[in-house]
């Protein structure tokens, strides 16, 4: 099994970055996906989910209306569109999968948002 994570990066306040999760080794289809992050000293926190079939999904509140999740089963990939950044959204970010076969994370790319 593997969640390889890429896009992260440098960005603005204000800026936008696209973050992807490419799966492989399960039945991406049959899991939900989610984005997860990190900072030092805290505990890892739910960004965004969408269940199996991109029918639904959930956002924390501090990223509704800026951030998008969305889900390309037939590319295994999962994708986090975060718009209009801001200082407090700098973490590592972490690709998840959870089925009932198992929960797996990615390894995190690095977000920064600083001006």
């Given amino acids: 099994v ?6 992260g990066g ?3 306040p204000g800026g936008s970055l696209r973050l992807s999760c490419a799966a492989s080794g ?14 030092p000293g805290k ?8 269940d ?5 999904t959930n956002y924390a509140d501090s990223v509704k209306g800026r951030f998008t999740i969305s889900r390309d089963n037939s590319k295994n990939t999962v ?3 975060m718009n209009s950044l801001k200082l407090e959204d700098t973490a590592v970010y972490y690709c998840n999968a959870r089925g009932t076969r198992g929960n797996y ?7 920064t948002v600083s001006s």
């Avoid at 399960?26 to 900072?39: A, D, G």
């Avoid at 505990?43 to 969408?50: C, K, M, Y």
């Avoid at 199996?52 to 639904?56: L, P």
């Fill in 2 to 7: 593997q969640l390889v994570e890429s896009g």
């Fill in 105 to 111: 994370w990615g390894q995190g790319t690095q977000v």
């Fill in 79 to 81: 994708y986090l569109q």
């Fill in 43 to 50: 505990e890892r926190g739910l960004v965004a989910a969408i």
């Fill in 52 to 56: 199996s079939d991109g029918g639904s």
């Fill in 26 to 39: 399960f039945t991406f289809s049959f899991y939900v996906m989610s984005w997860f992050r990190q900072t």
């Fill in 10 to 12: 440098l960005v603005q």
